[in-house]
């Protein structure tokens, strides 16, 4: 098997990896506030992704198939891309949490 | 260039949302600004590594972009759209916040993480 064609999603599998601390060690209680979690992202996640397959259809950016499993989702959208949408937000949120917590404001 | 209007426009669009609507007043608060440092630092070691064009994960196409990048091959619009998609999902955190009163009070009980004296 091709490892450099799951490139992208081991990418977005460190990001995850990385900030996990974030939740457990600074106390984010991102991963434990689902409802609010989910709330949250669902209008970010469904605008980026309508703009990212705009944009792929568009051909402002396209994926190297090198790097990418060439798994596809409906509307052309790669598997990576709704991972990124996922993963990447909730790496922020995590962040302005922990932030919230070790700076004790809100 | 349209994604570089398109970038452009989703940043007005998501700081007018704040300004007009929302009102969480995330603008205001040191956290914002002190996460965001942190976020843009993570932001170009990753997005470094997708762009960069010696083995790219992501292939722009450089008539719809400005063609600037930096640091290394990230397009600059990647900037504005990181910042109105990771902008935009932390003020409707805030926002939300108001709607789970049972998520603030946990944070109440459970106290900072570095006490002040």
Same mark, same amino acid.
């Given at each position: ?9 081991i ?7 990385i ?10 209680r ?15 996640v ?7 397959i705009?944009?792929i ?33 909730i790496?922020?949120?995590l962040t ?7 700076l004790d404001?809100? | /260039? ?9 940043c ?20 914002f ?6 976020i843009?630092?993570? /932001? ?7 762009t ?25 619009e990647?900037?504005?759209?990181g910042?109105?998609?990771l902008?935009?999902? /932390? ?9 789970h009163p049972?998520?603030a009070?946990?944070?109440?009980t459970t ?7």
């Open positions: 098997m091709d490892v450099d064609r799951f490139q992208y999603l990418v977005m599998g460190l990001c995850l990896l900030t996990l601390p974030l939740e457990f060690l600074f106390g984010a991102v991963w434990r506030r689902p409802r609010r979690l989910v709330a949250a992202m669902a209008i970010p469904a605008i980026f992704v309508t703009w990212d705009i944009a259809s568009r051909d402002h950016w396209d994926f190297n198939p090198r790097y990418v499993t060439g798994w596809r989702l409906p509307f052309n959208l790669p598997v990576e891309e709704m991972t990124f949408f996922i993963v990447i937000p790496c922020a949120l302005l949490e922990a932030v919230r917590r070790v404001r809100d | /260039m349209e994604y570089t209007w398109a970038s452009v426009v989703a007005v669009i998501v700081i007018g949302v704040e300004l007009l609507w929302l009102k969480t007043g995330l603008f205001k608060k040191l956290t600004y002190v996460s965001w440092a942190i843009l630092f993570f /932001m170009v070691l990753v997005d470094g590594w997708l960069k064009l010696s083995a790219p994960i992501v292939l722009y196409n450089e008539e719809e972009s400005s063609g600037i990048r930096f640091p290394w091959d990230i397009p600059v990647d900037y504005l759209f910042f109105a998609l902008t935009l999902t /932390m003020l409707l955190w805030d926002h939300w916040a108001q709607r049972d998520d009070a946990s944070r109440r106290g900072p993480l570095i006490r002040r004296r």
